[in-house]
Structures are given as C-alpha cells and as structure tokens.
C-alpha cells in the first residue's frame, strides 16, 4: 500500500477491493494478503478527477 490513510474503499463488480489513499489507487491482492499500488503514470493528470 502505497500509504496508510485510506480515503476511500470500494469492492467493483468482480469483486476486488480497491482503496484510494492520499498517494494513489491499490488493488487488494487476496491470494497473496496484501495491497498493490497501482500506477497510474500512463494516465494524463487532471485536476478534475476526484
């Protein structure tokens, strides 16, 4: 996890967990037990997305 604060927590549809924290998106990893931090570098930075 790419920060300990946790902002936001959503399950989708597939049923994986996502939480937003102040540095970026994880994915929860369950077979493994642990969070991935997700890049986002490929994607252009908006000051629009919340």
Do not use: H
Request: aromatic share 12%; proline share 6%; glycine share 8%.
């Amino acid at each position: 996890m790419n920060n300990s604060y946790i902002k936001s927590l959503v399950e989708d549809k597939q049923g994986m967990l996502w939480a937003g924290t102040l540095n970026g998106l994880n994915k929860y990893l369950p077979d493994e037990d642990r969070f991935m931090a997700i890049d986002l570098a490929p994607f252009p930075k908006s000051g629009n997305c919340y």
